[in-house]
């Protein structure tokens, strides 16, 4: 089995990659969290910063692209191409509502008929180059069964990899995923499938393949973030414990202070991984509140010890 790491927007950058990937069981790939074109230049300080193959040394890294235009993806890839990238990620399963707004990531997908001209106008161009192009995908906006016609589309085109989160985009991340469409999609897709969905627990995994079998490739995200030593309890390594885990935390807020962006940042970027990381802990209420309130690094820094000492890991 082939472990990827999701992308998430403000949580999976290359502190974070560099950092997962120096305390941690590694992933086979590390998709970067998305970037969208700008019709000035095709990257911007930020996401040059993120994609720098000195920034993600060890890691195979896949840049993940947000946008409806074929053009603007070709000039994206291309750019990466110069920077030693062979694979690119399209973007179609972002259900945020400011994304969708503009009919990018999973809002595409209401239009079938414009991702074909759009895949088809992309692999005119790149083919020939040696960069691979992988899509991720939702069910569809609405209803599962609008997949029918999505899976047509991609099944046109020679896709290094499809990626499918089995939700539709009014779901979000609630709801069950939908295993009977994945079901559906991995028998019928000329493409080499990727599931991506709610694996947070290896009991989780288990019982995903022992339903499919033939899957070889799984993409984690929320259930990594959560617990950042899942991939290798998936790889048949023991659990994370407790001083695995106070090693990484003090290295990745080390990191995020080294970049002196002062210390409401630092914790922000801090704060929001405690959103899932909290959840592999007992008892974590009242220190998790703790954590919320700091307002500075060294408040956080007491808050976190404090849970680690009276909170065992789950």
Same mark, same amino acid.
């Given at each position: 089995?082939n472990y990827y @790491?999701?992308?998430?927007?403000? =949580?999976t950058n290359?502190?974070?990659r560099?950092?997962? +990937?120096?305390?941690?069981?590694?992933?086979?790939?590390?998709?970067t969290p998305?970037i969208?074109? +700008?019709?000035t *230049?095709?990257l911007n300080?930020?996401?040059k910063k993120?994609i @720098?193959?000195e920034?993600?040394?060890g890691?195979?890294t896949?840049?993940?692209i947000?946008?409806?235009?074929?053009e603007?993806?070709?000039?994206?890839?291309?750019?990466?191409q110069e920077f030693g990238y062979d694979?690119?990620?399209?973007?179609?399963?972002c259900?945020?509502?400011?994304?969708v707004?503009?009919?990018k990531g999973?809002?595409f997908?209401?239009?079938p008929i414009?991702?074909?001209?759009?895949?088809n106008?992309t692999f005119? %161009?790149?083919e020939?180059?040696?960069?691979?192009v992988?899509?991720k995908t939702r069910l569809?906006?609405?209803?599962?069964?609008?997949?029918?016609?999505?899976?047509?589309?991609y099944? *046109?085109?020679?896709?290094h990899e499809?990626?499918? +989160?089995?939700?539709?985009? =009014? $779901?979000?991340y609630?709801?069950k995923? $939908?295993?009977?469409?994945?079901?559906?999609a991995?028998?019928e897709?000329?493409?080499?499938v990727?599931y991506n969905?709610?694996?947070?627990t290896k009991e989780?995994?288990? *019982?995903?393949t022992?339903?499919?079998?033939?899957?070889?490739?799984?993409?984690?995200?929320?259930?990594?973030i959560?617990?950042p030593g899942l991939i290798g309890?998936?790889?048949g390594?023991e659990p994370m414990d407790k001083?695995k885990f106070r090693?990484f935390h $003090?290295q990745?807020?080390?990191e995020?202070e080294?970049?002196?962006?002062g $210390?409401r940042?630092?914790l922000?970027?801090m704060?929001e991984?405690?959103?899932y990381?909290i *959840?592999?802990f007992?008892d974590?209420?009242k220190p998790?509140? %703790?954590?919320?309130?700091?307002?500075?690094i060294?408040?956080?820094?007491?808050a976190?010890r404090?849970?680690?000492a009276?909170c065992?890991m789950?």
């Amino acid at each position: 089995m082939n472990y990827y @790491l999701a992308p998430m927007e403000g =949580i999976t950058n290359y502190i974070y990659r560099r950092t997962y +990937h120096q305390f941690f069981a590694p992933a086979d790939k590390y998709f970067t969290p998305f970037i969208n074109p +700008h019709t000035t *230049r095709s990257l911007n300080s930020k996401e040059k910063k993120d994609i @720098l193959p000195e920034n993600n040394k060890g890691m195979y890294t896949v840049p993940q692209i947000l946008t409806n235009q074929a053009e603007d993806f070709i000039r994206v890839a291309k750019a990466l191409q110069e920077f030693g990238y062979d694979e690119v990620n399209l973007n179609l399963g972002c259900p945020s509502g400011t994304v969708v707004s503009k009919k990018k990531g999973a809002g595409f997908l209401e239009f079938p008929i414009r991702i074909d001209q759009f895949l088809n106008e992309t692999f005119e %161009v790149l083919e020939g180059t040696g960069m691979k192009v992988s899509v991720k995908t939702r069910l569809g906006m609405l209803e599962a069964d609008e997949f029918d016609q999505l899976l047509q589309v991609y099944n *046109r085109y020679p896709l290094h990899e499809l990626i499918i +989160h089995p939700r539709v985009r =009014i $779901d979000y991340y609630k709801n069950k995923v $939908d295993l009977e469409a994945f079901e559906t999609a991995l028998k019928e897709s000329k493409n080499t499938v990727c599931y991506n969905g709610d694996i947070f627990t290896k009991e989780d995994y288990d *019982r995903f393949t022992k339903r499919f079998p033939s899957v070889e490739n799984v993409m984690v995200g929320r259930g990594v973030i959560g617990n950042p030593g899942l991939i290798g309890e998936l790889r048949g390594n023991e659990p994370m414990d407790k001083e695995k885990f106070r090693a990484f935390h $003090d290295q990745l807020l080390a990191e995020y202070e080294a970049l002196k962006i002062g $210390d409401r940042n630092t914790l922000f970027k801090m704060k929001e991984l405690w959103y899932y990381m909290i *959840r592999s802990f007992s008892d974590a209420k009242k220190p998790e509140k %703790v954590i919320k309130k700091a307002q500075t690094i060294e408040k956080y820094k007491e808050a976190v010890r404090t849970l680690l000492a009276g909170c065992e890991m789950i």
